[in-house]
């Protein structure tokens, strides 16, 4: 009569959590906080705060500008005719209002 061995079960054990840390280490790469799909997120919402940004900085270069154009150093007598025109409400002794 031939004995039957009984397969050890601790190469499947290692083989179970070996397996099972790879999957853990695989998905943290990818869904995890620092994976790929967050880094993606992070990348889109750069992107959209650079371009903020630049439409920012134009403002505040044409309001520099602006200011510069209206103050007691450098006037612009159109730019000062327009704002008087659109503030106060202003019109010229030859203009026709029409409402």
């Known amino acids: ?14 083989t ?14 990818i ?4 994976g790929i ?11 959209e705060l650079q371009q903020k940004l630049s439409t920012v900085q134009r403002s ?4 520099e500008n602006k200011t510069l ?3 007691d150093h450098y006037l612009d ?5 327009q704002q008087a025109r659109d503030v106060l409400g202003f019109i010229r002794p030859d203009e026709i209002v029409i409402q």
């Open 1 to 14: 009569m031939r004995q039957r061995s009984i397969p050890s079960v601790g190469p499947l054990a290692v």
């Open 16 to 29: 179970f959590v070996s397996l099972t840390l790879a999957a853990y280490f695989i998905f943290s790469a």
């Open 31 to 34: 869904q995890g906080d620092y």
């Open 37 to 47: 799909l967050r880094r993606a997120a992070y990348q889109a919402e750069a992107d």
């Open 60 to 63: 505040i270069s044409q309001l």
């Open 69 to 71: 154009r209206l103050s």
């Open 77 to 81: 007598l159109d730019l000062l005719d």
